[in-house]
């Protein structure tokens, strides 16, 4: 299993110049995991698209299924406890420390 990154997930499902090796990753090892935040996360890439008229509502919906069904079962919430011990006295983000914590 391994706990995915928002940013791969955008890789693997809007094509770049980093999809080639989200697709690897994902032949390697298609079981993968996140915290609930990944949603807003992928959200917020879509709508950035969206205004960017990259997507339309219809494509970013798609994307956004897309997603859910390759992580549909294996959402998890995270202890914030877990979260700010790991980010105390880090200049990492509490977003980045719930996927550490995951992990």
């Known amino acids: 299993m391994i706990v995915v990154d928002t940013n791969v997930l955008v890789y693997l499902l809007l094509p770049g110049e980093h999809t080639e090796q989200a697709e690897r990753v994902l032949r390697r090892d298609p079981v993968w995991a ?16 969206m205004r960017q008229r990259r997507l339309s509502l219809d494509q ?7 997603a859910e069904i390759l992580l549909q079962g294996r959402e998890y919430t995270v202890s914030s406890v877990r979260v700010l011990s790991l980010v105390a006295g880090t200049r990492c983000s509490a977003y980045d420390g719930e996927f550490v914590a995951l992990a």
């Open 34 to 49: 996140a915290p609930f935040l990944w949603r807003s996360e992928f959200r917020n890439v879509l709508a950035v698209y």
């Open 60 to 66: 970013a919906l798609q994307l956004m299924d897309n």
